[in-house]
Nanobody, 118 residues
Framework: QVHLVESGGGLVQAGGSLSLSCVASVSGSRLRTMGWHRQGPGLLREWVAGITKGGVTNYADFAKGRFTISRDNAKGTIYLQLNGLKVEDTAVYYC????????????WGQGTQVTVSS
């Protein structure tokens, strides 16, 4: 079983920045793709960004150029740097990891709230 714990959310003004972290209960080298999803108020959960064990990254269109995902396998940690935040980025941000067996998003953190004020 893999446990994920996020931290770093908070309240920030539009245009500001936040840095999120997610620590896994296992070595990062044991996890394939990890990533971030988010769920805004009244919205469905959506994928934000992903990063492979080798460091290849992918982003949702709304995240490109503003968000940066990174990974430290030795620490079992991934990060999400949020820059140029907009009010519509307000959401609970969830860390997730893909199951090595199914290749699907399977492990989830409890989420961390990001609130962007105007």
């Amino acid at each position: 079983q893999v446990h994920l714990v996020e931290s770093g959310g908070g309240l920030v003004q539009a245009g500001g920045s936040l840095s999120l972290s997610c620590v896994a209960s296992v070595s990062g080298s044991r996890l394939r793709t990890m990533g971030w999803h988010r769920q805004g108020p009244g919205l469905l959960r959506e994928w934000v960004a992903g990063i492979t064990k080798g460091g290849v990254t992918n982003y949702a269109d709304f995240a490109k150029g503003r968000f940066t995902i990174s990974r430290d396998n030795a620490k079992g940690t991934i990060y999400l740097q949020l820059n140029g935040l907009k009010v519509e980025d307000t959401a609970v941000y969830y860390c997730a990891a893909v199951s090595n067996e199914t290749g699907l998003w399977h492990y989830w953190g409890q989420g961390t709230q990001v609130t962007v004020s105007s």
